[in-house]
């Protein structure tokens, strides 16, 4: 672990103490977000030490040029940045004409910083001695509304201890912002105009080369001692900057207060020329309603959002913290009620990695979406990927594919690929195969079989025509291979025959082959559209077939295991357990090709196809594959540890599945990887809510029946959680002794529990 300054707390993330080496880290740990959009846990006031400025507006963004590459054919031609947006948090405050910072003030007692969980907001207080000797008690809280998504709100109190004082607060809005990721510093946006009217201000902007239209926009009321202060503000602005002034004669012991209103308005969802005016209506709505109803409003939103999706675990304060963090979090940044956006790897968080859609969406999130909330949720991420198709097929023409071939990209905003590293961007090719997982497992899981005639049938039949054409016919060993590939497994670049690339592609041919035969026993009339639209025939079908059934997988007789790719046992077998912990995380300190000769594994690729594929393969071979990689394997990608706690969990290795698990829950929170400065592991979190439901839960769907195979770790005395099983909510308890079930629906639903069918009833609790 790295830090381990966060206080445990079942509904809260604490830190007491102010430490200016910690101070980027919690600004990613104390992120705050509402789906529409975020930001990172920087001061309201100003703070001249190193920190890391970030706000963010969902769906909007820049094409980056690429930095290097792109003199090869089919190289994309930018990285999207998520973009760092204009602030609108700032208030800057002036005591006796000193500036509040706490970087330069004489002492900092007494501080403490809170992101409750429970009900969505950050709070901060402490005590500071400003180099004048006024000592101040400054109380803040914060939160970006749930209901009113494009409004955030502050609450900024300040004391003076010591002596009366004249204070002032400056609350503003900046569009002379930069990126912390960016590849050449390119001017991101254009101010277009600064404008105020009483006191409200408004900055409009729009992004360079896309073209997205923003206002960003503020309003404040001061009070003393809770009264409102009726005090007409100075207004200043330059090309970038619009500001109030409240000035104020404090006396000792008094209270000054601002609250302030601000956030964004965009032209997704307003018309490019009416942006101030919304802005306008969105400040009525909250200045109305005032803080503290505001927050009210928010307290009822997260608990509705809780009653279905909070996970509790008794006995165990660290493991309960973990997971409300982690389910928090996916919770603030998608919320999915709009088909255009996805779940970007940092969330609003940070800005590594760019874009906002990976292959974890399709095989860590949409579990978490389909069983937390209504399937709607987890349909509009699918739908994503379909409104993405004619871009997929372009991606796979640059590379010379054709017929319709897709290739999803690796990392994207609009469905163009905008990721830039080769052995990522083309070799990573499997993104398509959790593509097509994803529309198997939703129709598996929810039993709605509607998107696929609407819509997955189209998107299956472009990604088995790439891997058709992907496959290349071996004569010397009489089998079809998938060359030059990267698997999930990043460590290892350019390989050949990866076993999970080779084996998700038959799967993908065998499926969607399967599927079409269902599509036109059942639907055909969207048969007959989609074959005329695709033009496919039997004799492209029995081609696909004839790849699927002669798929070369590595196999290894000596060790009874199937080989990561071609040539893994010709490394140097030296396991984890050897490597000097000195050298950890080896990504940090070790060079590209010292890793790419290693046999050290990210994150297990036959694993991760055991943990998709469970029924192709008996326990005994899980055992056997989990034995020989768990050793090799690192988990310095985010997504490792939690398919590694569900395995070891179905093979009873319930001390590891445990310890996987805490590592996947508390990645951030402890910065197992030395990196959560630059924000969190989002996707990945969805994978620890997976780590206890189809972990420690078991639960799985067997022959179109929800199953489970409860187990418990030692070290907690009970857990529950909650699934929305086709549109039936189950909760299931478990401690040391016993499993309950409870059912909230109005039908009997006959369940598996260890294998025996158990009916359980609407509101009747099943001991078991």
Known sequence: MNLDYIIPNNWSILEEGFDPNQVKASESLFSIGNGAMGQRANFEEKYSGPTFQGSYIAGVYYPDKTRVGWWKNGYPEYFAKVLNAPSWIGINVTINNEQLDLFACKNVKDFRRELNMKVGWLSRSFVATLQNDIEV????KRFLSLDLDEVGAIDFNITPLNSDAEITFEPYLDSGITNEDTNWDDKFWDTLNVSHENNQAFIQAKTMKTDFYTCTFMESQVFIDGKSVVNKPDFASDAHLASFSYTYNVKKDETYTIHKFGGYTVDRNHDKNELVAAAKSILSKATDAGFSKLLDNQKEAWAKIWDMADITIDG???AQQGIRFNIFHLNQTYSGTDATLNIGPKGF?????????????????IPFYMATKDQEVARNLLKYRYNHLEKAIENAQKLGFSNGAALYPMVT???????NEWEITFEEIHRNGAIAFAIFNYYRYTGDFSYIPEMGLEVLIGISRFWHQRANFSTHKNKYMILGVTG???????????WYTNYIAKWCIDYTLETIEKVKEGHSVDFERISGKTNISHEELALWKKVADNMYFPYSEEHNVFLQQDGFLDKELITVEDLDQAQRPINQKWSWDRILRSPYIKQADILQGFYFFEDDFSTEELERHFKFYEPFTVHESSLSPCVHSIQAAKLDRMDQAYTFYLRTSRLDLDDYNHEVHEGLHITSMAGTWMSIVEGFGGMRIKNDTLSFEPKIPNQWDAYSFKVNFRNQIIKVSVNQNETQFQLEGDTDLQILVNGKELTISPNNLVTV
Do not use: F, I, L, Q
């Open 413 to 419: 905003m609009n469905g163009e690929e905008c990721h």
């Open 488 to 498: 999930p497994n990043e460590y290892e670049n350019n390989v050949n025959n990866n």
């Open 316 to 318: 165990d304060v660290k």
């Open 137 to 140: 008690e400054v109380k803040t």
């Open 349 to 365: 968080t940070g800005e590594k990695y760019g874009g906002s859609t990976y292959w974890d969406t399709e095989a860590y999130c």
